[in-house]
């Protein structure tokens, strides 16, 4: 998971880190990194979508991450 998140751009990255693990709704986000409403949901939206192909990638073993400490 943190190989894919890593793969993402930083401002997917930061909307969907900012929602998920900072507990904010989108509304917030908006008014937090002062961008309208939809590109926060466009960006939570690309980056959950990239994600997920990330994620379906590994499982099928097309896609191999390196780990690191």
């Known amino acids: ?3 894919a998140l890593g793969l993402l751009p930083d401002a997917q ?3 969907i ?3 998920y693990c900072g507990g904010y709704s989108q509304t917030e986000l ?3 990194l002062g961008v309208p409403l939809g ?3 466009s960006r939570m939206f ?3 979508a990239r994600l997920h192909e990330l ?3 590994t499982a099928e073993g097309s896609w191999s991450p390196e ?3």
Do not use: Q
Request: glycine share 4%; no cysteine; aromatic share 4%.
């Open 1 to 3: 998971m943190r190989a």
């Open 39 to 41: 590109t926060i949901k």
């Open 46 to 48: 690309a980056g959950l």
């Open 13 to 15: 990255l930061e909307a």
């Open 30 to 32: 908006a008014e937090r």
């Open 55 to 57: 994620l379906d990638e």
């Open 67 to 69: 780990f690191t400490s």
């Open 17 to 19: 880190d900012l929602a």
